[in-house]
């Protein structure tokens, strides 16, 4: 049984689901408590209704592009894009900042975790994607409190409404001494993985986690790679064309003529005021021991 079975709680009024393991429901279950409905196939657990709104962004062109990328991953053009690409991540702060929160003995939870997979994690996205465990919504993650030694979070939070909730979802399934480590764009031109709603500055960033403690903001992807993303992204929107062939075209094109300048970050991203044109960053943030209330 996955070890993660027992901290599934339910989604709307958050009380354990105290699942028998040897027993695990039928296909549609409900809450004993408030009759919230999920169900269960194969230790896939669904939090999410078909209709829910997050869901329907699976049916806009950009959803069903990011589905299909799940469902279909081309490993020659995953190869390619590790270097044909505006992104470069050079440093090593991050690295040991989610080495860190990976490394913290007990249960780990992924939020949109796509089919990236880790150990002694459970995996959370809005579809059964090859490697998710719960099909949930990270605004109600369907845990109990103090749940997990760490969350993580990369490139996920600029796609979800509320961007505060889910940051406060992931305090209150953190158990104290928990870390939580998410990544999230500042410079980066909008990608609808269904949908993009929000930015973040390095000091926007330290104020969403403001209730943790320590909390450290760095640079993930820095200066040169926002400018290989930017002109390329750029060259597409003048060039007029219509998304997604005109973009697959210039963006690609323009990311391939481009992309040897994002190297220069490995010297740029340690210059004092890089952060001020970062592509992405990241935060690092610890739920203390002992907690006021927050
Ligand atoms: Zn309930």
Request: proline share 7%; with cysteine.
């Amino acid at each position: 049984m996955p070890s993660w079975i027992p901290s599934l709680a339910c989604a709307s009024c958050r009380r354990p689901l105290e699942l028998d393991a040897n027993n695990l429901p039928a296909q549609a279950s409900a809450c004993r408590y408030c009759g919230a409905r999920f169900s269960h196939h194969r230790h896939v657990f669904r939090f999410l209704d078909a209709d829910h709104h997050t869901r329907r962004l699976l049916q806009t062109t950009e959803g069903g592009l990011m589905e299909a990328g799940y469902r279909r991953p081309n490993r020659l053009l995953s190869k390619l894009r590790r270097i044909i690409s505006s992104e470069y991540f050079p440093g090593k702060d991050w690295r040991r900042a989610k080495a860190q929160t990976l490394a913290n003995p007990g249960l780990k939870l992924i939020i949109g975790s796509g089919i990236t997979r880790y150990e002694d994690a459970v995996h959370l996205d809005i579809d059964d994607f090859p490697g998710v465990d719960v099909v949930g919504d990270a605004h109600h993650l369907p845990f109990s409190d103090d749940s997990f030694a760490g969350v993580v979070c990369e490139v996920v939070l600029e796609h979800v409404r509320a961007p505060q909730q889910v940051v406060a979802e992931a305090w209150r399934t953190l158990a104290p001494g928990g870390h939580a480590f998410f990544i999230v764009p500042f410079l980066f031109p909008y990608h609808g993985h269904p949908a993009d709603f929000s930015r973040w500055t390095h000091e926007g960033l330290a104020q969403t986690f403001a209730a943790f403690e320590p909390v450290t903001v760095g640079i993930h992807a820095g200066p040169c790679s926002a400018m290989v993303n930017l002109l390329s992204e750029w060259g597409y929107v003048i060039s007029g064309l219509p998304y997604p062939r005109g973009y697959t075209l210039i963006k690609g094109g323009l990311t391939a003529a481009l992309f040897p300048l994002k190297f220069a970050d490995l010297a740029v991203n340690r210059f004092p005021e890089a952060r001020r044109l970062a592509s992405t960053l990241y935060v690092h943030a610890i739920k203390p021991q002992t907690t006021a209330p927050k």
